[in-house]
């Protein structure tokens, strides 16, 4: 059987919503693969994938509903076309970095540089990168929250005290329980903003960015492409473009 066929006839099993994870464990295969065959199954109108309790592990997260089992085998195989392009392969070139609209949410990763004592959480993070991204988006007057490892989805007025919890020291299922609740906290929030603009590093992108394309109406990433030192220009130059602008 071809890969949609495994994936179909376990939705169609579960006659229900059933989460990634779960038709991984139904299928064996890996969760990128069954994310590229549902975005296509998805774009063909096979299935729906929504944010909603899974029937096999019943987590509210990204899940998947068949809409038309008889319509499997008769649906043309257009493999490419509607599969979503991995903004991996997009070159590293583009010129234009485009900006979210300054109402988009922005969501901004925690960084391991904090003060030494409890402090709202904008002025807890104190290192270089951190401290432009804030300026970058106060200049915009945009509204915010921050990608804690420790807290999950933190409003930068929060006051926290310091901790050590990092992305990078978490296993691959510490950090889906990490996503999960963060995601939980996104929903509603993405039907407010309808776009997110992610200021965030690889580790917090590669869980997050599948999901928040299904939650938001647009996600931007208008850094994915550049280095630290690159990233830190850009802030400086945006921050400053709208200064001025006011
Ligand atoms: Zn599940």
């Known amino acids: 059987m071809a890969q949609t066929d495994v994936?179909?006839?376990?939705?169609?099993?579960?006659?229900?919503?059933?989460?990634?994870?779960?038709v991984a464990a139904r299928t064996g295969l890996g969760s990128d693969t069954i994310?590229?065959?549902?975005?296509?199954?998805?774009?063909?109108?096979?299935?729906?994938?929504?944010?909603?309790?899974c029937v096999?592990?019943?987590?509210?997260?990204?899940?998947?509903?068949?809409?038309?089992?008889?319509?499997?085998?008769?649906?043309?195989?257009?493999p490419d076309a509607a599969v979503e392009v991995p903004s991996a392969v997009i070159p590293p070139s583009s010129?234009?970095?485009p900006i979210a609209p300054a109402g988009a949410l922005h969501l901004v990763s925690c960084v391991a540089?904090?003060?030494?004592?409890?402090?709202?959480?904008?002025?807890?993070?104190v290192s270089p990168w951190f401290v432009k991204a804030?300026?970058?988006?106060?200049?915009?007057?945009?509204?915010?929250?921050?990608?804690?490892?420790?807290?999950g989805l933190l409003d930068p007025e929060t006051v926290i005290a310091p901790y050590d919890e990092t992305l990078l020291a978490m296993g691959a299922a510490e950090r889906r329980r990490?996503?999960?609740g963060v995601l939980v906290h996104l929903a509603p929030l993405a039907e407010q903003y309808?776009?997110?603009?992610?200021?965030?590093?690889?580790?917090?992108?590669?869980?997050?960015m599948p999901e928040l394309r299904r939650l938001f109406r647009q996600v931007d990433v208008p850094m994915e492409t550049l280095r630290i030192g690159e990233q830190m220009a850009w802030l400086a130059r945006e921050a400053n473009t709208q200064c001025a602008s006011f």
């Open 7 to 22: 994936i179909c006839a376990a939705l169609i099993d579960a006659a229900g919503l059933l989460c990634d994870d779960c």
């Open 35 to 53: 994310q590229e065959i549902c975005g296509g199954l998805e774009a063909r109108k096979l299935i729906r994938r929504r944010f909603a309790g």
């Open 56 to 78: 096999g592990c019943g987590r509210f997260r990204v899940s998947n509903q068949m809409l038309s089992p008889d319509s499997v085998e008769s649906a043309p195989a257009k």
């Open 95 to 97: 010129p234009a970095m």
């Open 113 to 125: 540089a904090k003060g030494p004592t409890p402090a709202p959480a904008k002025d807890l993070y």
């Open 134 to 151: 804030r300026a970058y988006i106060e200049s915009r007057r945009a509204p915010w929250r921050i990608l804690s490892a420790k807290h």
């Open 178 to 180: 990490w996503a999960d």
């Open 194 to 208: 309808g776009t997110v603009c992610m200021l965030a590093g690889n580790r917090y992108r590669e869980i997050l």
